[in-house]
């Protein structure tokens, strides 16, 4: 699928108070969709590169505190979260990205499974505004094509799969929205029709010959 239906799909989860989880080679876009589509939403959005988290980054760091006269174990709110509440106060909706999920190590990968179940991380819960959620969507690279780990049966079933493919037509549209210079887009667009035009070429070259083989085949036993 490609970009536009791509975001079709996360507001279609936004609404089904689903998650979404993204598959798709490296540079695709796969963050940038989910930008644009917080962007263009009025969405709050925390983006969480797991490959580079440990637990503590998710649940936060344990300290003491006095509850009911008892000396008990907590854990802060880590900043992420914290910032989300904040835009949560201020009547913004929110998503958290969890980008390459499948780079992260096993029990990252195993507290993601409580965000994405429960939308609750240990003791911090994601904030909800009017009775709708915080969503969650997260990014893989494909596992025959990286050196990335195979997703545990009880997380991916929990995702809206999506798998996302390069399409020149959506980058086009895209890089015009944001200004990329004219050189570029032109480029592309004639690179992309080029490729297209030595296909069918190809097809065609091939049909040719595959015809003059068979000519030859008939003409060869019918003498």
Known sequence: MDINSAKKVIKAACLADDTVIMEGVHGIGKSDIVKQFAKEN???????????????????????IEY???????????IWLQRMHEAN??????????????????????????????????????????GIRSMVVAA?????????DELDAALKDRFLYYEMKLDVKSWL??????????????????LSLFIKNLFEFAIIFLLILLFIFLMIFFMYFLI
């Open 140 to 148: 893989i690279n494909p596992a025959d094509d990286y050196q990335v």
């Open 173 to 190: 549209d895209w890089a015009r929205e944001n200004n990329v210079i004219d050189e570029i887009t032109s480029f592309i667009s004639e």
């Open 42 to 64: 009025d969405y709050h959005i925390e983006e969480l590169f797991l490959s580079h988290q440990e637990v503590a980054d998710l649940i936060g760091i344990p300290h003491m």
């Open 68 to 78: 009911n006269g008892v000396t008990v174990t907590t854990w802060s709110i880590p």
């Open 89 to 130: 106060a201020q009547g913004k909706h929110c998503i958290l990205f969890l980008d390459e999920l499948n780079r992260a190590p096993i029990d990252v990968r195993q507290s993601a499974l409580q965000l994405v179940l429960e939308r609750q991380i240990h003791e911090h819960k994601l904030p909800t505004l009017n």
